[in-house]
């Protein structure tokens, strides 16, 4: 079994604590490595170690030296994509084809990404001709410093690349805290910051809970911005750490996103759709359209197809290239996933398929499965119907209007995403307009531009990441203005 380090100045470090947690496989309920549990200790190691390379080497980079780094961990994340793929699918328990397909690809594709954006980034430049002008004003982005970078289990690798890459590429030094729960691969990509020759101190990482480590990084004062994707509550707790210290913070939180399906709607690549957004990473993705939102008269034909699809979805082993569901992140996390569906039968819904553990063979047998799950008959204010279960249950409800639709959608706290099915132009546009959400797909479902802006209203957070929100984010904007 592997023992994981911290990774401070470019080595490798024990916890200044001496423990170490259990980082288990879903899957199996294997223990697979041992995960260090930091501390303050660890991260004021970290952020000192980041200041001096602030002050030291890497403060003094090009941007082409920056780009150059990001597009070689690029190159070493793709060289070694098989195996952190496997080791993405043993951390999560997701299947290892989406992990394969999607997770690390994507990684790949954020550092050539911000590698692209640095490079070709351009400033603001304002003149002044009225009085008391003439001047020549224009804008200088500064990095902010150390940055603290803290991240979910759900995309590991994905979402802690989307951070990385651009604060790296801003010219920031990083003190990352990934999920306790997955931590294979940010160790990971602090071997490959090592071997890619990016200056010590660059780039540390601190494992461990989230009360613990990532808690004393948001405290602590040589952190001038934090960049945090979580749930809701987490957030809270973040923003109210970092605020009274005006640290700059971008929050990513949790979602109950709706699918919108009109009667117009192509229904076949409508209940395609819907299968996807429902239950992509066995529905732990924050996009996830967990509220299908069906108009009357295309409601029973839809749902037959759709569950009949969903019931098709193959569950099972992660290594297995058939499967399409695997283990859900623990078995804590099923038992809460559970007690929603314990919950949704009280609240009157009828469960139309799936909710049960399924019986799969040793060591599967261990692993935190659960058969994919559609709930109809609930009303759309109700607690199984708007609190985010971040599960495979997804709940189904008629609709008459728009305005009926446009109201079930926005009647929620969350205002993460929202999936928009129709073949009408005019209704397109105007609900897109309407609902209340940082992102709206038509016709689709997490088709990502990177240059686009990522982010929620409400409780699904504060802030934009993506293209030049990203560098935005992560840079500080100084004007210069001069008299001519
Ligand atoms: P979580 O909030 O439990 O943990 C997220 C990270 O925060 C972990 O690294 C954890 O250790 C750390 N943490 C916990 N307590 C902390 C504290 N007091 N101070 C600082 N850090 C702390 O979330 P999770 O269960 O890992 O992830 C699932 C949630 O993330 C869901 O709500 C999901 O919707 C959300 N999410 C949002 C997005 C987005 O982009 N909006 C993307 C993925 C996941």
């Not at 969903?310 to 996933?337: C, E, M, N, Q």
């Not at 997490?446 to 802006?453: A, E, F, G, K, S």
């Amino acid at each position: 079994m592997r023992t994981l380090s911290q990774f401070i100045a470019g080595r490798e470090h024990a916890p200044r604590s001496g423990e170490h947690l259990d980082d288990v496989a879903p899957a199996t309920g294997e223990v697979v490595a041992r995960v260090p549990r930091g501390g303050e200790a660890d991260v004021a190691a970290a952020v000192e170690a980041a200041r001096a390379a602030l002050d030291g080497a890497w403060g003094k980079t090009s941007t082409e030296e920056r780009a150059r780094l990001l597009d070689a961990i690029a190159d070493r994340i793709e060289a070694r994509k098989d195996d952190l793929a496997a080791l993405e699918s043993l951390d999560t328990g997701k299947p290892l084809r989406l992990a394969a397909t999607i997770d690390i690809p994507r990684a790949v594709a954020n550092f050539r990404f911000f590698a692209g954006a640095i490079r070709h980034d351009r400033t603001d430049c304002h003149l002044t001709d009225g009085p008391p002008g003439p001047a020549l004003n224009y804008t200088l982005r500064r990095p902010l410093g150390v940055v603290g970078l803290i991240s979910p289990w759900n995309l590991p690798l994905y979402l802690l690349s989307w951070k990385v890459a651009p604060a790296l590429g801003m010219g920031n030094a990083v003190v990352a805290k990934p999920s306790e729960l997955t931590p294979l691969t940010a160790s990971a990509l602090a071997e490959i910051t090592a071997e890619v020759g990016l200056p010590p101190g660059a780039f540390n990482l601190v494992h461990g809970l989230g009360p613990e480590a990532g808690q004393a990084l948001v405290e602590h004062p040589g952190v001038a911005a934090i960049s945090f994707t979580g749930g809701t509550a987490t957030g809270a707790r973040v923003a109210a750490t970092a605020a009274p210290v005006f640290k700059k913070l971008s929050l990513e939180l949790g979602g109950k996103n709706p699918t919108l399906v009109f009667a117009d709607a192509d229904l076949e690549q409508a209940v395609e759709g819907a299968v996807r957004a429902g239950f992509t990473n066995q529905g732990q993705v924050c996009l996830c359209g967990s509220r299908l939102l069906v108009e009357r008269s295309v409601h029973d034909r839809f749902l037959e197809a759709f569950v009949a699809r969903v019931k098709a979805l193959r569950l099972g082993d992660p290594k297995d290239p058939a499967t399409d569901l695997g283990a859900l992140i623990s078995l804590a996390h099923r038992d809460k996933v559970e007690g929603y569906l314990r919950l949704a039968r009280e609240e009157g819904g009828r469960v139309l398929c799936g909710g049960e553990r399924p019986a799969l063979p040793a060591p599967l047998d261990r692993g935190a499965f659960l058969a994919p799950a559609v709930v109809a008959g609930l009303p759309a204010t109700c607690r199984t119907a708007t609190e985010e279960i971040f599960g495979p249950v997804v709940t189904v409800h008629p609709f008459d209007t728009e305005a009926e639709a446009l109201a079930m959608a926005n009647g929620v706290r969350y205002g993460l995403s929202a999936s928009v099915w129709t073949r009408d132009l005019s209704r397109a546009h105007r609900v897109s307009a309407a609902l209340d959400t940082g992102m709206v797909w038509v016709n689709t479902w997490l088709l990502r531009d990177l240059r686009t802006p990522f982010g929620g209203v409400k409780d699904s957070g504060v802030g934009r990441e993506g293209g030049a929100y990203s560098l935005e984010f992560f840079s500080e904007a100084r004007n210069v203005c001069v008299k001519l």
